[in-house]
Nanobody
Framework: QVQLVESGGGLVQTGGSLRLSCVAS????????MGWFRQAPGKEHKFVAA????????YYADSVKGRFTISRDNAKNTMYLEMNSLKPEDTAVYYC????????????????WGRGTQVTVSS
């Protein structure tokens, strides 16, 4: 059974940094695209960033471009999201997801999801 487990969330002040990790198991990790989504209370999942199977292509939401960096280590079955210059509006539960095909930008294209990790940015 495929599992995606996020970690690294927490409480940070405005301007601070966090590094999220997503470890995959029972998955041919090097063959799937990966993405990060976030969900604020009462809102839908929103695209944050994505990375191709090889790691050669990355994609970002405009709201995080220049502040967040997505990466992956296929040897460790792990994806990362380095988040810098955090803002209160970045507060959300962050989910990692894996997909075998389809768009990087829409949640329904993803086949597997983690349970999420909370990120809270205080003002």
């Amino acid at each position: 059974q495929v599992q995606l487990v996020e970690s690294g969330g927490g409480l940070v002040q405005t301007g601070g940094s966090l590094r999220l990790s997503c470890v995959a198991s029972e998955l041919t990790f090097s063959s799937v695209g990966m993405g990060w989504f976030r969900q604020a209370p009462g809102k839908e999942h929103k695209f944050v960033a994505a990375i191709s199977a090889s790691g050669g292509s990355t994609y970002y939401a405009d709201s995080v471009k220049g502040r967040f960096t997505i990466s992956r280590d296929n040897a460790k079955n792990t994806m990362y999201l380095e988040m810098n210059s955090l803002k209160p509006e970045d507060t959300a539960v962050y989910y990692c997801a894996a997909k075998e095909s389809g768009s990087y930008f829409i949640p329904r294209a993803y086949d597997f999801w983690g349970r999420g990790t909370q990120v809270t940015v205080s003002s």
